[in-house]
């Protein structure tokens, strides 16, 4: 399973930016998908996380500010961000929980920066 991310870029405190990772490649079905990121120095957070239902999880340091949400026809994943903090700032990562003929496996994609100024 190949995940392909984008929209990442350079934006100004208060602003907005929607991230897309899409998953491609041999699976038979794909379960939570997500978003996680990791700045300077520090380690790999959990952002959001979505079921195949649909239902998301946020951590609290962006609930009410971003929104997950998926397409499975599309076999992708979106975060929208929205009122961006400068502690936003990191290489942002998606990552799937997807099923091939060898059973569950973990797959993270490229990362994508964002960066906030203030």
């Known amino acids: 399973v190949q995940l392909q991310a984008s929209g990442g870029g350079l934006v100004q405190a208060g602003g907005s930016l929607r991230l897309s990772c899409a998953a491609s490649?041999?699976?038979?079905?794909?379960?939570?998908m997500g978003w996680y990121r990791q700045g300077p120095g520090d380690q790999r957070d959990l952002v959001a996380v979505?079921?195949?239902?649909?239902?998301?999880n946020y951590a609290d340091s962006v609930r009410g500010r971003f929104t997950i949400s998926r397409d499975n026809a599309k076999n992708t994943v979106y975060l929208q961000m929205s009122s961006l903090k400068p502690e936003d700032t990191a290489v942002y990562y998606c990552n799937a929980h997807a099923m091939n003929e060898l059973g569950w496996w973990r797959y993270w994609g490229q990362g994508t920066q964002v960066t906030v100024s203030s």
């Open positions: 490649g041999k699976f038979f079905k794909i379960d939570v």
């Open positions: 979505i079921s195949s239902v649909g239902n998301p």
